[in-house]
Every structure is written in structure tokens, then in C-alpha cells.
């Protein structure tokens, strides 16, 4: 097999080509798949699965590409790894898009009927489902597809109707008439948790509703929502309000009715809200249905399903849709006088995490289960440890949560989900049958037209709930089930903690007796870039078309007047990032790092194009280093190469880079151990870019172009360390850039590896290296047919604290030389003499041994090394500790320094005048807060000093 030389790669990696090629390399390798049978310790994820109507969005992509890095990193650790994929049915989202298409076509799903609209949604699924795999496919998901589940299948199917049946049968799932969360645009009740709260600024109505005694007297009852007036059944008062102790047992006319409404009394009125009498609508609000409930009052629903008002109101507001009715009863109200009051008012609003519609309470047979004991051994499960929420800050929410939750509302008023395996007698309909089989139970099928099945299906979350192990074939005892379970992460948002990670615990608990993860990582929400224009006080959004127009998402510096906030991702605000278009722009490994490299441990993360662009240069980075590498290792053949080279041809730099590499070898092994994805994506761009590339490449080009060879192994075995530093790199990163490390570390095995093909192993016996490794204390993994099932880096207790020192002191040097060049505007061409002073004999030993290499590094013509330096008459001067260093400033540009700094020093002189004025000003003084006037007073001190020093500097140069 030829060897792609180093002068044919293209100057920057090329995604497009890599993705397709090593995605096509991995699925025909197999690599994915996971054994039931393997003695190796499992390691495994079930995946959070997406909605099969969405496409990938960057909550996908964050969420995926954390299980992915966990998934490769303990697959190269030697795991045996299973990462289930899959898709989930997403029952009213599903109905509503359906509906929405139909709709389009001239069609309803009335006019199909059930079984024509199911296999619509079908249809849709089938799609639809394809198109977020490949997506998730494209993403670089190293998920084993051959165990691919839907939420809605078959074998998922029958888990749902088991779990049904023996909560139902232990009675906690039941029946009965409950107040719920009614959503009347999706038509479907809907569980506490799917209700989004906001605090609105709404009105207080206070109105009037008259005794019946002819005393003209009024009971003033206050309210938000007037049109629920007309099913009110009751007036209610506390039982120890003074002021109303005589009216209890009285009656009031219910305005617009003419209804007489009793006036009762109940612990639950607060005296202090209003006039301290309240409205009781049994039917619309869930503290009155209770209060109904103690006082047997009559419960009147005034509204349809879609929240018009139905024939239980007088004939003037049926039909009307209840905003319409409120302006109706209040017009009403007001034309006989009944308005005592209307006063602002902050109260909350539910709404469908949906359809966004605000939620009405509402009284309706519905299934739910019963969450206090299952709660009971979720809230033992994380407080015994049995199951680690991370980050812990997390945990009080969860108690919060789980002591205090109220029983879920299971079934749904749907056609697309699990149907609720329940059938009634239709002569005796509290003669129910629960059947966990296939199609219908024996006695329905005997008499198929005596029976019917419940209309209604069980809420998403119900199968979600039983995901991590209905994947893994529960209820049969199978090997994947005893093999991978528990699983050992879920990775998934903080925001459905309570939705889905509290009921997975409670129904695995329940059903099995274990948990089913171990650990659960919450990862943060992602913020994007909005962009502001300042208007006098006031900031103004810049929609998106005019911020597209102005190209603010490339600009390094925003125009004067504009500003920048990281918020929640909206399409108004036109900072939605599509991942699909990122991949298109940058390619799939900048999107999977940057993502990564932000999500830290925090409820939020921010991402924006430009950080997605700064980790392709990264990316390019390593591609244009692994370039150099293999340029100047060409001579290098794969049984040089495996024949390692011995600790005595070391160099203090090579010793120093390995020691670096065995320092970040650990630091990224314990950053994934411990779920800080920022710090592993960190601690290793550090190593590439700062040390490996800004320093060992700088220092070793002398030994590998030959042009300084200390010793005659030098050079060889500075190329050998820079191949095997370079491939130890390449694992590293391969978690979370898969595809550009798998691109080049393949280049490197082709070169160095006898007879290697991609995606096959090597043929025969390779030449063996130095029993320690190719170089000492590290191996390569080369022996792997793909760098996705290479070994992890060996975590090595490699230190050399005599090189690692010696290396630093050259950086401090080079570090100040660079600094004072900048700082003096030397241009970088221009070459300077530097003055070195260290009283340490083995300092100054050191700085000899590298002298050649610091001038070519730091534009150096001439550097002088001794223990004592006389002052230089023109100079820039760095001292810390031992170490001083001058650096000897060219006549030419004496004038150009003193021009440089008189321009300096009026620039300080105006901020001086400016803060000196504001502290002589007294109303200044006396009307700002303490703080400020101190801070001001700190600048002003600043400028002095800083005044002071430049005035020096301009003297010493004749200036």
C-alpha cells in the first residue's frame, strides 16, 4: 500500500470527505456493536431519544455528543460498551403536526377516523424517524443500530401494557374524577409537570353579588377570571372572620343568573385576599372542587372541551369562546353596576408546554398513578447514593420536588400512543378487564359487541419512564437485560429532572427493585448571542434579518452603540444556531467541541459561531502540527519507529513534553471521570496548542532539519517523540473530534505500521518496540484497526522535574523578550541583543544549552548569559527573582519610542484631567453611592503612578 506523502495533504482538514469516509469505515468495522456475552465490565447508556418529528437541534447535538465522548473514551478504556439508540413516539407533538398536515390536504382526522389516522402518523413516523438518525448518524454517534428501539414498537408496547397491569393490579394506577390540567387547544388533559408557569401582570375584578334578605347589602367577591362566575355554586368566608360570622348560612344572587348561591365557611379562604369572601366554581379551579367536595355543592361546568361556554350558562354567552365571554359578563356586570373595583394584579399562569394555550381546570375521568410510594423509593435511591446526581447542587430540587408531588394524570385524550389496556362492559361499565397480552382479552373476543376499549392513551412520559430498561427487552429476563443493567450514565437536560429522570427511577425501582443508571449528568441550557441597540436608556432588540444585514455573528468587535447578551435560544431573537448549517460551515468535529468545551457544570451554556469557528482553527491547528510531523518523519520507517528510542537519547525538551503528555494523560482521564467535559476539552487544547505546538515543534526544528544535534541520536529521537506525542494526542481527542483525529492518526499508521490498511489489522508480527514503550512509559495504539477501538493512553506516573524546569526558565525568558518586544513595538523582523543575569550556575548552564534555539525563537541577535550584566544605556528591563533580562533597544528606534510615549502619556493626561474633575465636583460627591466615588478615587491613583513611570521613561530616552 502506497504512503500518502506529506507535501499532497491539503493545507486544512477537509470534514466533508473524512465524515463520510470514516463514518462509512466504522458501520462496516462493526466497531459500535456490544456483547451480551463479553467478560469485559459493561459500560452503558440508553439514549435520551429524540422526538421522531423534530430534526437535530443543539440541544440534540449537546446531549448526543456528551454521550458520545463518554461512549468512545470507555470503549478505548477497554469497556465493553452499549449505547442504545432510539426515537420516541411523542404523542401530542406527533397528533399536532399530523393534524396540522391533514389539514393542509383538506382533510381532518374525524373524517379518517382512528385507525385511517394512525396510519397516517405512521407514515409521518417513518420519515420523519429516518431523517433524525441519519442526523444523529451524521453527528459521528457511535450507537450500536442494530438494538435501535421507538417508544411505540412492539416489544416497547408490550413493557408498557406489563408495567400497566401490575401497578394497576398492586392499585397504584387508578381511576376516578379528578381536577385536571385541560389544554383546549390539544384537547387533552395534561400532567402537573407538563404546565409552564409565568407570572403575568392580569386584573383583579371586584363584583358584586347581592343578598337575597332585601337588606341591599352586597357580598364583594374578587376575582381574575369573571366568566367563571356563571358556574359558581357557593360564596365562601374563613370561618373565624369576625365580619362575616352572622352571614354564614345566608344566600346571595349569583348576578346574570338569578341564581341563589349559599354562603359558607372553610378553613381555606385566606380573610386577607379581597374582602376576604371568595367565589366557589367547583368546576374550574382545583381548591374549590375541594371545598365543593366538604360542603356537597353542586358542580356546574360551563365549558366545551375547546373552552367555548356550553348550555350550562344562559343562552347570551353559549358558544362564546371564554376571552369573549369574560368582555361580555363585564360589559354586563357593568351596565348593572356590579363592578365595585378593578385593580392590577401578578398572578400565575399555566400553560401547555405545547401548544402554549393557557390551561383550564377542569373535572374529568382520568388515570393516574399513584406517586407517593414510588416517590418514597426514588427519594431513598439518590439519598443512599444508589443513583448520583451531578452535578449534586441538584439534589435539594429533586427532594423538593419528589415530597411534595401530586399524583400523575396518566391518560391522554390522543389517538396517536399507547392505548390504555383497559376494556369496559358496556351494560356495567365499572366492569373493567386490564390485559397485558397482544389484541384483545379472551372474554372481549367471546363477546366482541358486549365490550369496548378505553378511547384515551397513556402519556409519552409513561413509556419514556420505562426506557432504560423496555430497551434492554424487559419484561423477559434477557441477556442484554442481565449484562447492561443497570446502565451506567443518562445524560440529559436539568430541565426535565422531573418530567423523566424521577420517574425512571421511581418505575425501575418498582418494577425491578434497582435503579437503572448509576450516575445522571445535568447538563446546563444553551444560550445563544442576542444582539441590542442602545436608545437612550432603553435597549432594543436587532431583529434577525437586520442583524444577518449588519454581520454581527463575524465581528471580533461589536459597532459603538450595539451590544451583546447571552440568552435563551428564540427564533425572534435570531439566536437559534442550527447544528445542520454549523455542520455545512465549519463540519461536524468544531460543532461536537465547542459544544463540549462549554459544558461545564452550570444550568447554562453559551455558544455562539464565533466559538464554533475558533475550534475549527483549533481543529486546523492539529492538522497543520500532524502536517510538520510528518513532513520531517518521512525518513522514519515503521521498524525505526517500533524500535522505539532509549531514555539516554532524550533531550531535556523531549523529557519535558513527556512529562507534559503524562500530566495531561491524567488530567483528561479524571476530567471525564468526573463528568468536567470543560476540563478535558481544556486540559488538552492547552497541551496541543501551548506547549506541544508553541514550544517542542519551536524547539526540536534545529534537531530534526539537522541543523543542531547535540548528540547523534538527537534528531531521530526527537522525530520519534514527536509521532509518538502527536498519537497519544490523537486518542486523547478522538472522544470528542472523532473524525479529524481518526483522518490523521490513519496517516500516521499507514507510515508507520507495516502493511496497514484501514479498518484491518496489521499483517503479521510488527518489529517490537523497547520493552517500556516507543519511547519510555508510553505505547502507541497503532495495533488497532481504527482509532476508535485503540487503547486509551495509560495514565503514567511519568515526571522530570530537572527538565520541566529547565524548560520553564527558557519559556519565562523567551516569555519576557516577547513581552518587551511587544510592548516596545519592535518590529518583528527586527532583530535585538539581549542581556540575561541569573546568579544559579546550572540556571545560566541551562539558558547556554538552548541559546541557539531562544534566538531563533525570540529574534534574537546576539544573547549574553553571566552572573552579573552591566546596566545597557538603551534598554527594556525584566526582572523576577534570579532572573534578569535586558533587552537592548536599536538607536534607530530611540525617537520612535519617545514619539510612541508622548502620545501615551496624553492619553493618560486627558483620563486624569477627566476623573480628576468628576472627584473636585461636589455634586458628584454627595450623590453618588460611596462605592463609586471610591473607585473613581482608585483611578485617579492609578493614573498618577502610571503618569509618573512613562514620564520617567520619556526622560531616560532624551524625550
Known sequence: ??????????KNFQPKEAEEKWRRLW????????????????????IPPPNVTGALHLGHGLVQTIQDVLIRHHRMAGYNTLWVPGTDHAGIATQHVVVEKLRAEGKSKEELGREGFLAEAWKWKEEYHHRITEQIKTLGCSCDWEREAFTLDGERARAVRTAFKRLYEKGLIYRGKYMVNWDPVSLTALSDDEVEYEDEEGKLWHIKYPYTDGSGRHAVVATTRPETMLGDTAVAVHPSDRRYKDDVGKEVELPLTGRRLPIIADEFVKSDFGSGMVKITPAHDPNDFQCGQRHRLEIINILHDNAKLNDNVPERYRGLDRYEARERVLEDLRAEGLIEKIERHQHRVGRGYRSKATVEPRLSDQWFVKIGPLAEQAVRAV???EVRLIPKAQENTYYAWMENVRDWCISRQLWWGHRIPVWYRKDDPDRMICWEGEGEPPEVKAEPDAWEQDTDVLDTWFSSALWPFSTLGWPEDTKDLRAFFPTSVLVTAHDILFFWVARMIMMSEELIGKPPFRDVFLHGLIFGKSYYRKRGGDLE????????????DELEKLPEGIEARWEKMSKSKGNVIDPLEMFEIYGVDPVRIALVAYSGQGRTIEIDRQRIAGYRNFINKLWNASRFVLSVTEDIAPKEFRHGVSAQSLEPEDRWILDRLSSTISEATDAL???????????????????????????????????????????????????AVLEHVLRLLHPVIPYATEDI?????ERLVIGARPGEHAPGPQPRAWESGIVPGFRDGFEAPSLCVANWPADRDYTDAEASDAVALVQRTLGA??????????????????????SSAGAREVLESFAGRMCALGGI??????????????????????????????????????????????????????TKGKLGNEKFLSSAPPPVVEREREKLATYESDLASLRERIAALGG
Not at 541 to 552: K, N, T, Y
Open 673 to 723: 471521570r468526573d463528568y468536567a467535559f470543560d476540563r478535558y476539552v481544556s486540559s488538552i487544547y492547552q497541551f496541543l496548542w501551548s506547549e506541544y505546538c508553541d514550544w517542542y515543534l519551536e524547539l526540536t526544528k534545529g534537531r530534526v532539519y539537522g541543523a543542531e544535534q547535540p548528540s547523534p541520536e538527537s534528531g531521530r529521537a526527537a522525530k520519534v517523540v514527536l509521532l
Open 383 to 385: 439519598r443512599e447514593g
Open 817 to 838: 523578550v516577547r513581552n518587551i518586544r511587544g510592548e516596545m513595538k519592535i518590529p518583528t523582523d527586527a532583530k535585538v541583543d539581549v542581556l540575561v543575569q541569573h
Open 1 to 10: 500500500m502506497s504512503v500518502t506523502p506529506a507535501s499532497n495533504l491539503p
Open 861 to 914: 541577535s546576539k544573547l549574553g548569559i553571566a552572573a552579573q550584566q552591566d546596566e545597557a544605556p538603551f534598554a527594556s528591563t525584566h526582572t523576577s527573582g534570579d532572573l534578569s533580562i535586558q533587552v537592548l533597544m536599536p538607536e534607530d528606534l530611540r525617537g520612535k519610542e519617545a514619539e510612541r510615549l508622548r502620545k501615551e502619556l496624553a492619553k493618560l493626561e486627558k483620563g486624569y484631567n477627566a
Open 27 to 46: 458501520e462496516r468495522g462493526g466497531y459500535f456493536g456490544a456483547s451480551n456475552e463479553s467478560t469485559a465490565e459493561a459500560y452503558t447508556i440508553v
Open 541 to 552: 432588540l436587532i431583529p434577525p434579518a437586520e442583524r444577518r444585514v449588519l454581520g454581527l
Open 745 to 749: 492518526w490513519q496517516l500516521l499508521r
